[in-house]
């Protein structure tokens, strides 16, 4: 395995983990070992949405309770889950946004776009969030995208993605566990969203 190589691994998969603590989820792990960008793993904890999610599958009258919730000023099912999936695309468009980023610093042609990485995984919630009635189209991809790509050149967000992408680099397995994500984050006091 090419430095090079697992570098830009490193790069894309701290991409997402930065975009995740911003919105206020965690991680589980990160890992870059497969060392080819888009081929990592992050597995983010999205434990808000799997509430609501098990209770609209398990109970249709959720659905009318959340309604009727909403008149009394509560909180609105579909604004919910239309937020939950601007977060969740931001997060997915981060990994290649993170590539994109880091190449223009190295003074390289990006060799990644939006169109490459995660896009079976991005068809894939896709087909999800139609069931909720919820659609996102290509240009709510490219929207998150773009949001994506302004963020992480953020200064402080962009020296979390470099010092996560570090510490996989440095690591024999080129893995993070949450606990040592959040030990990072909180050593740099990185602030969420």
Known sequence: ????????????EAGHVVMAYFNRYKCNFTDCSAAKPGEGKTEISWAPIHTYVNMILNYQSFKTEIAESAKKGGPDLNSWLEEFLKQFLLVLC??????????KKNSRTPTNTINGADSDTIATFLDGIVFFDIVADQKDVQQAFDVSVGLLQRDELWSAVEIIADQLVSRPNHRLMGTEIESLLVSIKFKPL
Not at 1 to 12: C, D, F, G, Q
Not at 94 to 103: C, H, L, Q, R
Request: hydrophobic content about 45%; cysteine-free; glycine content about 4%.
């Open 1 to 12: 395995m090419s430095t090079e190589l697992i570098k830009r691994a490193a790069i894309h």
């Open 94 to 103: 981060s990994g290649t946004a993170a590539e994109i980023i880091y190449d």
